[in-house]
């Protein structure tokens, strides 16, 4: 994975001496195994901020009074080893107000931990589904910033950083609040950097269901066309209150689009929004917001908008928000893939980390091969790589 790694410490490395600078600029600091297990109580279950596939994340606290959050990979195996290398690269190269960014991290013999800035707000999930959910801390405003700003740092990864980055796995959990509800865009163990001239890759799937791009979920083809889409659901969440999947009576399953799509259709935006809201919303933002979810969750990825586009749009100032898209194509994933699903009515809050025994995450999970329409019509897509 290039430099990023070719100077990690070991648990040998003395506390708080070593520092690697990145090619941002960003200084970043080698933590003790030591360190760092002083810091969360030896990683015991009260500073235990939330668990996956991965393995967990605990706050803590270092000695000069410093507040972080840490992940603790479960086990170091090749694929763990991986999606640590990618997480330390992809964020060697980026820097920007709304993604977040590496505080430091420890690589010693049999561990990898990575160390960033705790976010006292946790992340969109929590107050969305999760333990502040019924405390309405999150008005009109705060949504419309969260919704522009968790923008603005994807079109940073997919226009203003070399090669252009794909996060994959944009949802509620990977967006997390700071102390001013600033959002930042996390976790990167799953991204892919796209070489230059290169519009697209295909891949095995990884991601969250209810998220995931057509193209994507049943077919491996990757490109920045999927994290516009898995943001457009972001943005029908946000302004919905509602999951991706939800559970219906006798185990039925329906996707935020279907129910979305015949409000839409029918012009019924007041009736999409956040019951909690209390119909506290500027409707002029509101209709804006559901111009763009509406965009981006086409299912031709050729026919949704670029990040600049949205951001544009939700900031009222590209003419194409002007023309209200008022069909939605609601997808309808395949029933194996829907079967795959794991959401229920009591997801836990991850204190704003990736929590991937829910809401329907399921990693390096081959799909069952289906017919491809790239493969079988008109439109053409560039080769594979």
């Not at 840490?70 to 999606?83: C, G, H, P, R, W």
């Not at 505080?103 to 931990?113: N, S």
């Not at 999760?130 to 008005?139: P, R």
């Not at 891949?203 to 898995?230: F, I, N």
Request: glycine share 10%; with cysteine; proline share 4%.
């Amino acid at each position: 994975m290039g430099s990023a790694l070719s100077c990690c410490g070991s648990e040998k490395v003395e506390e708080g001496t070593t520092t690697i600078t990145a090619a941002n600029n960003t200084t970043w600091r080698i933590f003790s195994y030591k360190e760092l297990h002083t810091a969360t109580s030896g990683f015991s279950e009260e500073n235990k901020l939330g668990e996956g596939g991965f393995g967990s994340v605990y706050w803590g606290k270092t000695s000069d009074g410093l507040q972080i959050a840490v992940k603790k990979l479960k086990a170091m195996n090749s694929k763990a080893e991986m999606e640590f290398a990618v997480e330390v690269e992809v964020l060697g190269r980026v820097r920007h107000k709304n993604l977040l960014g590496l505080r430091g991290y420890c690589a010693g013999t049999d561990q990898r931990l990575i160390v960033y800035d705790y976010m006292p707000n946790l992340s969109l999930l929590s107050h969305l589904h999760g333990q502040f959910a019924g405390e309405t801390q999150l008005d009109w405003k705060k949504r419309m910033k969260i919704a522009i700003g968790s923008a603005e740092g994807l079109l940073y990864l997919h226009h203003e950083v070399t090669p252009h980055i794909i996060h994959r796995d944009i949802k509620a959990s990977n967006v997390l609040l700071d102390s001013n509800f600033e959002p930042l865009v996390a976790d990167f163990g799953f991204a892919k950097l796209i070489p230059e001239g290169v519009s697209h890759m295909t891949t095995r799937v990884k991601g969250t269901l209810g998220y995931l791009a057509p193209e994507y979920a049943m077919w491996g083809k990757v490109s920045e066309s999927c994290d516009v889409y898995s943001f457009g659901i972001l943005l029908l969440e946000l302004l919905t209150g509602r999951k991706p999947i939800e559970k219906l009576p006798g185990g039925l399953k329906r996707t935020v689009t279907e129910w979305a799509e015949p409000l839409i259709t029918q012009g019924k935006f007041k009736e999409l929004v956040d019951p909690k809201l209390r119909a506290n919303f500027d409707e002029n933002q509101l209709k804006q917001a559901i111009n763009v979810a509406a965009l981006c969750v086409q299912s031709e990825p050729e026919k949704r908008p670029n990040m600049k586009e949205v951001v544009n749009i939700l900031k009222g100032y590209d003419p194409r928000g002007k023309v209200m898209q008022t069909r939605i194509e609601s997808v309808k994933y395949k029933a194996e893939l829907i079967d795959l699903d794991q959401a229920s009515d009591d997801d836990d809050d991850n204190g704003g980390v990736p929590d991937e025994s829910g809401l329907g995450v399921f990693e390096a999970m081959e799909v069952p091969k289906m017919r491809d329409p790239y493969k079988h019509g008109d439109r053409k897509m560039s080769k594979h790589v």
